[in-house]
């Protein structure tokens, strides 16, 4: 283990400051405040508070971590934005886990350190570590066509959420002072790339929002003027036969366009297919493929495909000494299927807590448990309370996938108080109309 000797002090003038550990405990750092990190770095601390002498640090950008099975309900104002985010601080500080709000830039694993800086601050850190954990996730993969980095909005943070909800808004305040139909239809045509959960859910929500409840408040806008477009070879490709069918049934009632042919070019036009054919719109939104985040993606270490890290059942990194990964930045094998776990929150919290318990042993001598997890289901809501969902065996669609989805959702969110707020968000909906205002922040306005 690193003794202070080896902590390196280098001054700021070289835009680097060294970051000394507080203590003398062996340093494990966690990079990434979401699912797999923030669970994991709460799970180890509790296992060693007043036990095991370790320095356990969470690094990552944003102070908070995002609930992002509701973020579809979020981005269509279904429940409240801030309702599904949960700040890490309260969290770290219960059980002295020490967190920095900084974006991990480098990785060096030859000399056990990072580099990192928070995005106000010149000064790049440098973050010494004994044992790292990569859990800094994955986003969509605008890099897939031509044009999507610059014209497709994307859906994962919560900015998108709140970029998507105020883009629908304001076009179709837009729309309601158009008097040219064409103009108007392009301006309510809605498309989303990737028919996998997200995709699904999304369109799905706005379907809901903009036919269901904004075209309310639009007297001029004739209801055909909305066209929504959901763009995938298949519909929920990883679920079971009978209820992708299910929802692609339910969403061809709705009027919800299915296009099987690939995407080719997003422009400020609209989005190209490959057959040559453009749809054109003002919104598409992009969520299909993954890409691991650029730190990982920037290792030079074994992956797959998706740049996913290989690791075994110990979440070790191969190729690496005391470097793990989880969640969405690791591919590991599930001995039930033969091929890795489907990067979901689901496995990732799963994991996070198996390599808490890895990590501990790492100090007792104790033996490891290889991580094993049988997938419990999947669950896709629809919206208009319907879902479907797949429980073990156990296929349900419709209102009973719904409501369960509900349940188990909100008992899923982190603390008592978030629970009770998004039940809240629920309720109100069932008695009053959703709010319809544009967050006009400056920001916003100016894009
Ligand atoms: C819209 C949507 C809906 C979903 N619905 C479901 C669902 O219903 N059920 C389910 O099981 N899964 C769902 N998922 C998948 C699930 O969100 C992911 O599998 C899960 O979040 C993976 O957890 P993670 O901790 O590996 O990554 P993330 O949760 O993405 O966390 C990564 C963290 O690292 C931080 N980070 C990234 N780069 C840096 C950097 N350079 N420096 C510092 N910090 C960094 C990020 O800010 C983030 O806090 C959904 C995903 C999306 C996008």
């Known amino acids: 283990m690193r003794t202070p000797q080896e902590i390196i002090y280098r001054p700021a003038a070289g835009r680097v400051l060294a970051r000394p550990s507080t203590s003398l405990a062996p340093r494990i750092v966690i990079l990434g405040g979401g699912f797999a990190g923030v669970t994991t770095a709460l799970e180890l601390a509790k296992r060693c508070a007043g036990v095991l002498p370790v320095h356990i640090t969470l690094v990552s950008e944003q102070n908070f971590f995002l609930f992002t099975p509701m973020l579809a309900e979020a981005a269509t104002g279904a429940v409240e934005t801030r309702h599904i985010l949960y700040p890490i601080r309260p969290l770290c500080g219960e059980w002295g886990v020490e967190f920095g709000e900084m974006t991990v ?174 749809i054109p719109s003002h919104s598409v939104i992009w969520t299909a493929g993954n890409r691991v985040s650029p730190v990982v993606a920037g290792l030079c270490l074994p992956k797959t495909k998706d740049g996913r890290l290989l690791v075994n059942e110990f979440f070790e990194v191969q190729g690496t000494h005391g470097v793990y990964a989880l969640g969405d930045n690791a591919a590991q094998t599930d001995p039930h299927t033969g091929v890795p776990y489907v990067a979901t929150a689901q496995v990732a919290s799963r994991q996070a807590r198996a390599l808490a318990a890895v990590l501990e042993t790492e100090f007792t001598g104790r033996e490891k448990k290889p991580f094993k997890f049988r997938v419990l289901g999947e669950m896709v809501p629809l919206c208009r309370h319907k879902a479907v969902a797949d429980l073990q065996g156990l296929k349900l669609t419709g209102f009973p996938a719904w409501f369960l989805w509900k349940t188990i959702y909100m008992l899923k969110l982190p603390t008592l108080a978030a629970r009770l707020r998004v039940l809240l968000d629920w309720t109100v909906e069932l008695f009053f109309e959703r709010d319809v205002s544009e967050l006009a922040a400056s920001e916003t306005r100016r894009r």
Do not use: C
């Open 105 to 278: 830039e480098a990785i060096d694993l030859e000399r056990r350190r990072l580099i990192a800086r928070h995005r106000r601050s010149p000064i790049r850190q440098q973050v010494q570590y004994d044992l790292l954990v990569l859990a800094l996730g994955a986003t969509p993969n605008v890099a897939l066509v031509p044009g999507a980095m610059e014209h497709a909005l994307t859906f994962k943070g919560v900015g998108d959420a709140v970029r998507i909800r105020n883009h629908v808004i304001d076009l179709f305040e837009a729309a309601a002072l158009a008097d040219d139909p064409w103009a108007r239809q392009r301006l309510l045509t809605f498309v989303v790339v990737g028919a996998g959960h997200a995709g699904t859910e999304l369109i799905a929500a706005l379907e809901e929002l903009t036919r269901g409840i904004l075209l309310r408040h639009y007297p001029s806008i004739p209801k055909s003027s909305i066209r929504l477009v959901l763009v995938g070879k298949a519909i929920l490709p990883q679920t079971a036969t009978n209820l992708a069918a299910y929802t692609k049934e339910q969403l061809l009632r709705r009027g919800i366009e299915l296009e099987t042919t690939r995407a080719a070019e997003v422009s400020a036009d609209g989005l190209k297919l490959q057959d040559g054919r453009i």
